[in-house]
């Protein structure tokens, strides 16, 4: 199955600050999506991508699939505390896997008020 | 993450004993995914099911794991003869077919003493 990287693994950062996130993989992708995990719960999907070169907003969260299709962004200004948590990439797990997803391993958030 | 139902949400077994994971999907949701997390890791796929119908094990441990969904009840992920290693978090999710997005339940967190 295909594999996905997160980068950073953790960030600590001032409430206030913007926080980008990257998601990369050696092989094509055709759904790029980003879930948000908070402590003792499951995965909440925050936004879903498409498209080579999609930019997408969810409130002050922005996705963007990368036009090579091995690479994914997510961007979050002005965080709050309530933005803690771990943020996972996840797509197909193969060609026409449909819902049968593959994750990287996440980005930790954690954010000093 | 209302509408996935997951229990029990923790369950201690010792080695050797029997664990049973339930998951009741979202009303009109058919289509079922069973997900294993371990500490500081992503989500890795288990398991795809359809009413009655097993579509894509692909994740699933050749021994010791089975999952059936009933056309009454909920599904049951089953691991027979527990090891340590056993222990994660399970996720299951379900969506309306196989490529509307899923949603996540809670989990079931498994400890194995």
């Known amino acids: 199955g295909q594999q996905l990287n997160q980068s950073p693994q953790s960030m600590f950062i001032q409430e206030g600050e913007d926080v980008s996130m990257n998601c990369t993989s050696s092989s094509i992708f055709n759904t790029w999506l980003w879930y948000k995990q908070e402590p003792g719960e499951g995965p909440v999907l925050l936004i879903a991508l498409y498209k080579a070169g999609e930019l997408t907003s969810n409130g002050r969260l922005t996705a963007q699939f990368g036009i090579t299709r091995k690479d994914s962004f997510l961007n979050i200004s002005a965080s709050i505390p309530s933005d803690v948590g771990i943020y996972f990439c996840?797509?197909?797990?193969?060609?026409?896997?449909?819902?049968?997803?593959?994750f990287g391993g996440g980005t930790r958030l954690m954010v000093k008020p | 993450n209302a509408g996935v139902m997951q229990n029990p949400r923790h369950l201690v077994r010792r080695r050797g004993q029997e664990a049973r994971l339930r998951c009741s999907p979202m009303?009109?949701?058919?289509?079922v995914y069973w997900y294993r997390q371990l500490p500081e890791e992503g989500l890795k796929f288990m398991v795809y099911l359809q009413k009655e119908n097993i579509i894509d094990e692909s994740g699933m441990p050749k021994e010791r794991f089975s999952a059936e969904f009933p056309k009454e009840g909920p599904s049951i992920l089953r691991i027979q003869q527990v090891v340590r290693g056993d222990s994660a978090a399970y996720f299951c999710?379900?969506?309306?077919?196989?490529?509307?997005?899923?949603?996540f339940g809670d989990g079931t967190r498994l400890s194995i003493l």
């Open positions: 996840a797509g197909p797990l193969r060609v026409n896997a449909g819902n049968m997803l593959t």
């Open positions: 009303k009109g949701h058919s289509h």
């Open positions: 999710a379900s969506s309306q077919d196989r490529n509307q997005p899923q949603h």
